[in-house]
C-alpha cells in the first residue's frame, strides 16, 4: 500500500516516479501529472507531451515558443 503525495488516496497499485533529484509516490498519473509536469512559459498549460525546450524555459509547443520570442523551433511530426 502507498499513499498519494497528491491526494492523499491510499491504493494498492500505486507507483513512484523519480525526476532529477526528486522523487514521489502517485495513485495517478493525473496526480503525478500535477506534482511533476512543467508549465508552458507562454500559455502556462500543464506540459504532458515532450514540449520544447528554450533557453532554460519550457513549452507545450513550438507555436508557444515563436509567441514568447524563440526563434528556430518546429514540432517535430
Ligand atoms: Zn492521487
Ligand atoms: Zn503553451
Not at 498519473?29 to 507531451?49: N, S
Request: hydrophobic share 35%; glycine share 12%.
Amino acid at each position: 500500500m502507498a499513499i498519494c503525495d497528491v491526494c492523499g488516496n491510499d491504493y494498492d497499485k500505486a507507483f513512484r516516479l523519480t525526476q532529477g533529484g526528486r522523487s514521489g509516490t502517485f495513485d495517478s498519473f493525473e496526480c503525478a501529472i500535477h506534482a511533476f509536469a512543467p508549465r508552458c512559459a507562454h500559455c502556462e498549460c500543464r506540459i504532458v507531451g515532450h514540449g520544447t525546450e528554450a533557453d532554460g524555459r519550457m513549452y507545450c509547443c513550438a507555436h508557444c515558443a515563436r509567441h514568447a520570442g524563440v526563434e528556430g523551433v518546429a514540432d517535430r511530426v
